[in-house]
């Protein structure tokens, strides 16, 4: 099955981003952790978290994906964090 990423994308109050994904008929949550958003790209470190997940969005939902097509959905969220990187 395809992976698409319809969003929105939502700031959460720990600090992450939220973004949607869905895979066949299952909507899926993203959460991409405050950690993995200032290691993704070091020189954004200063900005805020919507810039941090805009200016590497493409490389963080190919991790998300890479984990969604490996089932690794708990209660309909995917967790992606600086271990992943």
Do not use: H, Y
């Given at each position: 099955?395809?992976?698409?990423?319809?969003?929105?994308?939502?700031?959460?109050?720990?600090?992450?981003?939220?973004?949607?994904?869905?895979?066949?008929?299952?909507?899926?949550?993203?959460?991409?952790?405050?950690?993995?958003?200032?290691?993704?790209?070091p020189a954004l470190t200063g900005?805020?978290?919507?810039?941090?997940?805009?200016?590497?969005?493409?490389?963080?939902l190919a991790l998300a994906e890479?984990?969604?097509?490996?089932?690794?959905?708990?209660?309909?969220?995917?967790?992606?964090?600086?271990?992943?990187?």
């Amino acid at each position: 099955m395809k992976v698409t990423f319809p969003g929105p994308m939502v700031p959460m109050l720990d600090g992450g981003i939220s973004f949607g994904a869905r895979l066949g008929e299952q909507t899926i949550a993203c959460w991409f952790s405050w950690e993995l958003l200032q290691d993704v790209n070091p020189a954004l470190t200063g900005a805020t978290v919507m810039e941090q997940f805009n200016a590497s969005k493409i490389k963080l939902l190919a991790l998300a994906e890479q984990k969604i097509l490996a089932g690794q959905i708990e209660d309909g969220i995917v967790k992606i964090g600086t271990g992943d990187l």
